[in-house]
């Protein structure tokens, strides 16, 4: 029950924020009382503060899977796309879209009503994702993906961008295709200004 419990309040959260998270909306959904969410959480903010670091984590961990395997550049990018993808499609079906789908990007909208130790996973996770995506490009340069060159952090802080910025960038947009040609348009240019001969080749066959 307390599973059921933070996925019923992830999802509220997600698309109504701290303040229009209610126990009795979370207790309606799942036929229980009111009571028996105060049972395991307490109040509100013990709740949030566990559905926050939860997602925190599973999210940090997502992207260090696909960012620390030993794939090339290019695939990282592509498994990028589909893990955001797959993320937007649960809470965007029916043929609507543009509604909010990353609890880390709504979460960041009310940082000033959330305890210390939410708003500290949700800089972990900015951090996290800028760590492993840099130890991901300098491991690509080293492979020779990149010319020498190749301007490490300014490569980094063009796709940490995009990540961190995922969820805004689709509700601005009302769509995921605005995200996916951001993903795609920063992979080419960084494959044409600074990647192997053999990138620009794979780039070419894509495009082709």
């Not at 952090?153 to 769509?175: K, L, Y």
Request: charged letters at 25%; one cysteine or more.
């Amino acid at each position: 029950m307390r599973d059921r419990i933070k996925d019923v309040a992830r999802d509220l959260l997600i698309a109504h924020g701290y303040r229009g998270l209610r126990f009795a909306d979370i207790a309606s959904s799942l036929s229980i009382t009111r009571a028996n969410v105060h049972y395991y959480f307490g109040d509100k903010s013990k709740l949030v503060d566990e559905v926050i670091a939860e997602y925190t984590a599973k999210s940090l961990s997502e992207i260090i899977d696909i960012w620390q395997s030993d794939d090339e550049y290019i695939d990282k990018i592509l498994r990028t796309i589909e893990h955001n993808r797959t993320r937007y499609l649960r809470l965007n079906q029916g043929g609507v879209e543009g509604a909010p789908w990353s609890l880390i990007s709504r979460m960041r909208l009310d940082a000033a009503l959330l305890s210390p130790d939410a708003r500290e996973h949700l800089r972990s996770f900015s951090v996290g994702v800028e760590g492993c995506v840099l130890r991901s490009i300098e491991t690509a340069k080293e492979r020779a993906e990149f010319v020498a060159s190749a301007p490490v952090r300014d490569i980094v802080v063009q796709f940490v961008s995009v990540i961190d910025s995922a969820g805004p960038i689709t509700q601005d947009a009302g769509s995921f295709a605005r995200l996916e040609h951001l993903y795609l348009a920063c992979m080419r240019i960084i494959v044409h200004g600074y990647g192997s001969e053999t990138a620009k080749r794979r780039l070419g066959s894509m495009s082709g």
